[in-house]
């Protein structure tokens, strides 16, 4: 009996690595639909429920923080894992990430595995 694939939505504006994340989950057997922009993808999630989040950070239009909390607003979402990835070292930002619910933070650059094993978990 095949199992179904984990539904991932992720949020990257940047291309190049979005297609990167992108070829690496659709290769560890992951569904995956990728945005460029929080706002496109809030269209998509008032639609959709993935098994998990994947967003990052600092992008324009709306930012992971902003799309986390307008997710967070629909109590339907309140069981999605939501990973934050980004290049903000700032301790403070990441504590107040995590203080407001998300449920993992990644570190850019990322080792491939960590990813994959957070998504896991």
């Given at each position: 009996?095949?199992?179904?694939?984990?539904?991932?939505?992720?949020?990257?504006?940047?291309?190049?690595?979005?297609?990167?994340?992108?070829?690496?989950?659709?290769?560890?057997?992951?569904?995956?639909?990728?945005?460029?922009?929080?706002?496109?993808?809030?269209?998509?999630?008032?639609?959709?429920?993935?098994?998990?989040?994947?967003?990052?950070?600092?992008?324009?239009?709306?930012?992971?923080?902003?799309?986390?909390?307008?997710?967070r607003k629909n109590?339907?979402?309140?069981?999605?894992?939501?990973?934050?990835?980004?290049?903000?070292?700032?301790?403070?930002?990441?504590?107040?990430?995590?203080e407001e619910g998300?449920?993992?933070?990644?570190?850019?650059?990322?080792?491939?595995?960590?990813?994959?094993?957070?998504i896991n978990n």
């Amino acid at each position: 009996m095949k199992t179904q694939k984990k539904k991932i939505v992720l949020i990257e504006d940047d291309v190049a690595l979005g297609n990167s994340i992108l070829e690496i989950l659709t290769l560890s057997d992951f569904d995956v639909t990728w945005f460029e922009d929080g706002k496109n993808a809030l269209q998509y999630l008032y639609k959709n429920i993935p098994d998990i989040i994947i967003s990052d950070l600092m992008m324009p239009n709306m930012n992971g923080g902003e799309l986390f909390l307008n997710i967070r607003k629909n109590r339907k979402y309140n069981t999605v894992p939501f990973i934050i990835i980004t290049a903000n070292m700032d301790d403070e930002v990441k504590l107040r990430q995590l203080e407001e619910g998300v449920n993992d933070y990644i570190m850019k650059p990322f080792k491939v595995k960590e990813l994959i094993f957070k998504i896991n978990n």
